[in-house]
């Protein structure tokens, strides 16, 4: 038997304790039962969201989020610029061109941070652009991008809104939509929240909500202004995700309990430790000017096809992190750290990455990334 250890970013481990909240008999979608966990989830989401707007749950993936940002805030003839810095802004791109949105690609070289000069370049150059889709973290390239410089830029426009994906970064740093002026975010629920797939939610600001009253690109099931109607009575408009929702209860328990401030801290931590084992087995970062609190992306140590070291590590020592995509294939792998991750989560990950690199005869000095690991994971709270 070979004992499975899950280390991608998303899905990412669900606790024992959802996972029992989880596998309860099931109840009806319009029965008093579910609308007071229903009631209970929405409220813990206002307070993760940090926001005083409704934020909607949705039966989906978070792309079903991402594609009811676009269609309920954009109308025929409006144009889009989108920042495009991984996998993730392409699919922004994408989703606008599917839906005959002119656009604007702000091109991000991979492993880089938008620099938020070039956004307000490219709105003081056109005033056709009436948003901006971004990523609070691009999870394909490790890279933590500037959001809240961006929600600056635009709150001074009233013709722009900004729309952050959030799904890979919501609930392990500090993106607090009211202050920061986000105008649409999104999350998903098999990501920081600790879930499976199938669930996502998304917040609007007044500013995008007035956006859906022109909205005219086609929808139905991505209805927001619907959703919201119904979900304020404490059901949704369609056949909701009975199950993810009780376990969402119970996951927004779990995070208060943590305390949020706290929650990012071990984030932070955890990435820390991982970015400085990496550095300590001779890698490099490559996300090092920028990098994510929720996911290490690292070049393979020289010219290693890091394909070879996925394998390895799914296949010996049942270990799953995940590799680069498109460009980066083979260039780079991924360790995540988001969601249900503590100390020793990351120990077994540096070390199994130092046991399948000397398998694929790549020379690490043993020990080296566990000491840097916990150098960092031993050290107080306000160590630097």
Not at 298 to 307: E, I, Y
Not at 344 to 358: C, G, H, W, Y
Not at 359 to 366: A, C
Request: with cysteine; charged share 20%.
């Amino acid at each position: 038997m070979l004992k499975q250890y899950l280390l991608t970013p998303g899905p990412t481990p669900v606790p024992e304790r959802i996972m029992l909240a989880m596998a309860r008999p099931i109840v009806h979608h319009r029965m008093p039962a579910f609308t007071t966990s229903f009631n209970e989830a929405a409220e813990g989401l206002k307070w993760l969201f940090q926001t005083k707007q409704p934020v909607l749950m949705l039966a989906g993936s978070g792309t079903l989020a991402m594609e009811a940002a676009v269609v309920n805030t954009m109308k025929k003839g409006d144009k889009a610029l989108c920042v495009v810095g991984g996998k993730f802004g392409e699919r922004w791109r994408n989703i606008c061109k599917a839906y005959g949105i002119e656009f604007v690609e702000l091109t991000v070289e991979w492993g880089k941070a938008v620099d938020p000069e070039l956004v307000k370049k490219a709105l003081d150059a056109d005033d056709k652009i009436t948003a901006v889709f971004s990523q609070a973290n691009e999870s394909s390239t490790g890279v933590r991008h500037p959001v809240e410089a961006i929600a600056k830029l635009t709150a001074s426009r009233e013709r722009v809104i900004n729309v952050v994906d959030a799904v890979s970064a919501l609930g392990a740093f500090d993106l607090p939509m009211d202050q920061a002026g986000f105008d649409v975010l999104i999350t998903g629920s098999q990501k920081a929240l600790m879930l499976p797939p199938g669930q996502a939610y998304i917040a609007l600001s007044d500013k995008a909500w007035a956006r859906t009253e022109s909205a005219d690109l086609p929808r139905f099931y991505s209805d927001l202004k619907r959703e919201r109607k119904a979900q304020a009575g404490g059901e949704t408009a369609w056949t909701p995700a009975v199950t993810l929702t009780v376990g969402l209860v119970e996951a927004l328990r779990m995070i208060k309990e943590e305390g949020l401030q706290e929650c990012f801290a071990r984030h932070a931590k955890l990435a820390k430790a991982t970015r400085a084992a990496a550095l300590a087995l001779g890698c490099t970062l490559f996300a090092p000017d920028a990098p994510s609190p929720t996911v290490t992306a690292v070049n393979g140590p020289g010219g290693l096809d890091t394909g070879k070291l996925v394998k390895q590590l799914r296949d010996k020592y049942g270990v799953s992190i995940t590799g680069g995509q498109d460009a980066v294939k083979g260039k780079i792998f991924r360790v995540a750290h988001l969601g249900y991750f503590d100390t020793f989560d990351i120990l077994t990950s540096v070390t199994a990455i130092e046991m399948a690199l000397n398998d694929l005869g790549v020379k690490v000095t043993r020990g080296a990334g566990t000491a840097a690991a916990e150098a960092v994971l031993e050290a107080g709270p306000n160590a630097k």
